[in-house]
């Protein structure tokens, strides 16, 4: 039984920043393709950030570039984000998300799309 959980949101003036984390539990082995997501009200989910396998394979969102960074740590199964000049419009549930045998090509795909097979429960971040 796999688990993925959330931690690391809150509330934050515009312009400041945040660091989500999400921890695996009950993989036999790294999943290949780790993605954060959001939900806004009344909004469809949509991908905000994946990584496959290392820093050499990272997608982001255009609204997202340049001020979020994903990363991940397979000796101690956590994937984070790192959210910097945090907007108004970041406010959302974030979620952890894991595609553990999709390929490079198909990790960006599925960001978009959006399509991951396990899910966490999220995290809330309000930015004000």
């Known amino acids: 039984h796999v688990q993925l959980v959330e931690s690391g949101g809150g509330s934050v003036q515009a312009g400041g920043s945040l660091r989500l984390s999400c921890a695996a539990f009950?993989?036999?082995?790294?999943?290949?393709?780790l993605g954060w997501f959001r939900q806004a009200p009344g909004k469809e989910r949509e991908g905000v950030a994946a990584?496959?396998?290392?820093?050499?394979?990272?997608y982001y969102a255009d609204s997202v570039r340049d001020r979020f960074t994903i990363s991940r740590d397979d000796a101690k199964n956590t994937l984070s984000l790192q959210m910097n000049n945090l907007k108004p419009e970041d406010t959302a549930m974030y979620y952890c998300?894991?595609?553990?045998?999709?390929?490079?090509?198909?990790?960006?795909?599925?960001?978009?799309?959006?399509?991951?097979?396990?899910w966490g429960q999220g995290t809330q971040v309000t930015v004000s």
């Open positions: 998300a894991a595609a553990p045998r999709a390929s490079v090509t198909s990790c960006e795909f599925r960001l978009r799309k959006p399509n991951f097979d396990d």
């Open positions: 009950g993989y036999t082995a790294n999943p290949y393709c």
């Open positions: 990584i496959w396998r290392t820093a050499d394979n990272t």
